[in-house]
């Protein structure tokens, strides 16, 4: 019924916003580029926990990982500190950013 497709649309809108959420952050990235190498890998772990506020164990467990994540992109060479600092900066803001819209 028509229940059934609002929540379908919802579904779909709320998986549109986070792709487009998702290209912003690449697109941080290709903006800063000049300036420096923003993470990617660290942005997109630190998103993810984001997006499980307020549940707040899973977000404690994913902010973890991400912690992970950048100290591997360190002791690799991938990123300098503020390669990780600006990645969890843009990570964060796109997840608010979901939140203030939903």
Known sequence: GSRGSL???RWALVAYVLLALGGALVGSGLLLQ???????HVGFAVFAA????PE???VAGL????????WSRRVLGRHTRADLL????AG???GVLFHLWA
């Not at 902010?63 to 950048?70: I, M, R």
């Not at 600006?86 to 900066?89: F, I």
């Open 34 to 40: 000049r300036w420096l190498k923003l993470s990617l």
């Open 92 to 94: 964060v803001a796109v």
């Open 56 to 58: 707040t164990v899973a």
């Open 50 to 53: 984001v997006l499980l506020w």
């Open 63 to 70: 902010l973890a990982l991400s912690a992970g994540v950048a």
């Open 86 to 89: 600006a990645g969890s900066l």
């Open 7 to 9: 929540a379908l649309l």
